[in-house]
């Protein structure tokens, strides 16, 4: 389905659904939330550093924020770029809990919670993920370029392997009932395989 810029995948409606349909605590609204402000962020950084979004593409994998080749971002911009999705997450994980400390919600420290997790995960120096992105441009900047795609090769591989072997060993022990680990090692492995350089997520 295609609105303008924005591109939906039929698998992006199916995991929407399903997650909807599963939620029955109503975490999914506030990790939507979360996710979709954290988009935001890299897209506000991108237009403010000089770059332009091409389009943004909802998959089974994620979001992703396709950039123009026509107005390409230095190594040193796209640090900045791949920074500003935690970076809101971060300040939303701080401002939730000071509003939940003032009578706000006790909502809003679940918010801060899926907002830390969403930083953190993100933060991991995964390919396709910001910290992966963060670590390969600044190597690029010191002249390292194919050493730093060499390195977050490896990270990519050890940390899906890993999150995959925890997963297993989760759910075993869960009794089948807890397979959110297992589900982050499916998507990071599908997530490599549509990584591409001028994608965010």
């Given at each position: 389905?295609?609105?303008?810029?924005?591109?939906?995948?039929?698998?992006?409606?199916?995991?929407?659904?399903?997650?909807?349909?599963?939620?029955?605590?109503?975490?999914?609204?506030?990790?939507?939330?979360?996710?979709?402000?954290?988009?935001?962020?890299?897209?506000?950084?991108?237009?403010?550093?000089?770059?332009?979004?091409?389009?943004?593409?909802?998959?089974?994998?994620?979001?992703?924020?396709?950039?123009?080749?026509?107005?390409?971002?230095?190594?040193?911009?796209?640090?900045?770029?791949?920074?500003?999705?935690?970076?809101?997450?971060?300040?939303?994980?701080?401002?939730?809990?000071?509003?939940?400390?003032?009578?706000?919600?006790?909502?809003?420290?679940?918010?801060?919670?899926?907002?830390?997790?969403?930083?953190?995960f993100n933060l991991l120096p995964v390919g396709w993920l910001d910290g992966g992105r963060v670590v390969e441009n600044f190597l690029a900047l010191l002249g390292r370029e194919e050493a730093?795609?060499?390195?977050?090769?490896?990270?990519?591989?050890?940390?899906?392997?890993?999150?995959?072997?925890?997963?297993?060993?989760?759910?075993?022990?869960?009794?089948?009932?807890?397979?959110?680990?297992?589900?982050?090692?499916?998507?990071?492995?599908?997530?490599?395989?549509?990584?591409?350089?001028?994608?965010?997520?």
């Amino acid at each position: 389905m295609n609105l303008g810029r924005l591109e939906i995948s039929g698998g992006a409606l199916l995991a929407v659904a399903l997650l909807y349909y599963l939620d029955n605590s109503g975490i999914f609204l506030w990790a939507f939330l979360a996710c979709a402000l954290h988009e935001i962020g890299h897209w506000w950084a991108i237009r403010a550093l000089g770059g332009q979004v091409r389009k943004m593409r909802l998959s089974c994998a994620g979001a992703e924020l396709r950039l123009s080749s026509a107005r390409p971002l230095s190594h040193g911009r796209m640090v900045l770029a791949a920074l500003a999705g935690p970076a809101v997450n971060l300040a939303l994980a701080l401002g939730s809990v000071a509003l939940a400390r003032r009578g706000m919600g006790e909502r809003l420290y679940l918010f801060a919670g899926l907002n830390l997790g969403l930083a953190l995960f993100n933060l991991l120096p995964v390919g396709w993920l910001d910290g992966g992105r963060v670590v390969e441009n600044f190597l690029a900047l010191l002249g390292r370029e194919e050493a730093g795609r060499y390195l977050i090769h490896v990270c990519s591989i050890v940390t899906a392997v890993l999150l995959m072997a925890a997963g297993m060993l989760l759910l075993w022990e869960s009794g089948g009932r807890n397979f959110t680990l297992l589900i982050a090692g499916l998507w990071m492995t599908q997530a490599a395989r549509q990584r591409d350089e001028n994608d965010f997520r």
